[in-house]
T-cell receptor, first 111, second 116 residues
Framework: DAKTTQPNSMESNEEEPVHLPCNHS???????IHWYRQLPSQGPEYVIH???SNVNNRMASLAIAEDRKSSTLILHRATLRDAAVYYC????????????FGKGTSLLVTP | GAVVSQHPSRVICKSGTSVKIECRSL??????MFWYRQFPKQSLMLMAT?????????EQGVEKDKFLINHASLTLSTLTVTSAHPEDSSFYIC????????????FGQGTRLTVV
């Protein structure tokens, strides 16, 4: 499976935008880019996913580089409830689109 | 979003006994279910993938005779930890996806297993 690389941690001020980067230089043409987040002692929560085009939903935006070797999750206005571990995952048809989690980015939001 | 219910949320069992964890998709048909294990301060580790009516596919290093997975219906999958030992203590999480992969997967709230 193609791997992703994320910073271990990031910090943001409340009500400011947050850009969470993800590198996936070995992505294949049919791999989907998924983002999930997890709060302590809870199951992960879906955030957004995309293939080639940028995506927007009520939670976040996903900006995908033209060569697809990197992507950025954008939280437009961080709140304290957005503090979580964010996982960038490549879902491959070869593995039945199973989600293999890496270490993720721990986002700290300060008031 | 869709709801996946996992039960129990917390269980303590004696060493050598078996524990069953249930995962239900409440408002959609889960063609595929996934089981994960998460140790403290670590990421989720995929244990197995199961498709309804088929045998589960286990990840390398996961003992299929120890972690029995049943996915007999489109709304229910179970994970049974057999002959549990203290090293099996972990946070177990299930995930379910409908037929339209690769759309999002929905996760249960997790089960905290403690083996004493």
């Amino acid at each position: 499976d193609a791997k992703t690389t994320q910073p271990n941690s990031m910090e943001s001020n409340e009500e400011e935008p947050v850009h969470l980067p993800c590198n996936h230089s070995t992505i294949s043409g049919t791999d989907y880019i998924h983002w999930y987040r997890q709060l302590p002692s809870q199951g992960p929560e879906y955030v957004i996913h995309g293939l080639t085009s940028n995506v927007n939903n009520r939670m976040a935006s996903l900006a995908i580089a033209e060569d697809r070797k990197s992507s950025t999750l954008i939280l437009h206005r961080a709140t304290l409830r957005d503090a979580a571990v964010y996982y960038c995952i490549l879902a491959s048809s070869g593995s039945g689109y199973a989600l293999n989690f890496g270490k993720g980015t721990s986002l700290l939001v300060t008031p | 979003g869709a709801v996946v219910s996992q039960h129990p949320s917390r269980v303590i069992c004696k060493s050598g006994t078996s524990v069953k964890i249930e995962c239900r998709s409440l408002d959609f048909q889960a063609t595929t279910m996934f089981w994960y294990r998460q140790f403290p301060k670590q990421s989720l580790m995929l244990m197995a993938t199961s498709n309804e009516g088929s045998k589960a596919t286990y990840e390398q290093g996961v003992e299929k005779d120890k972690f029995l997975i049943n996915h007999a219906s489109l709304t229910l999958s179970t994970l049974t930890v057999t002959s549990a030992h203290p090293e099996d203590s972990s946070f177990y999480i299930c995930s379910a996806r409908g037929a339209q992969a690769p759309t999002e997967a929905f996760f249960g709230q997790g089960t905290r297993l403690t083996v004493v």
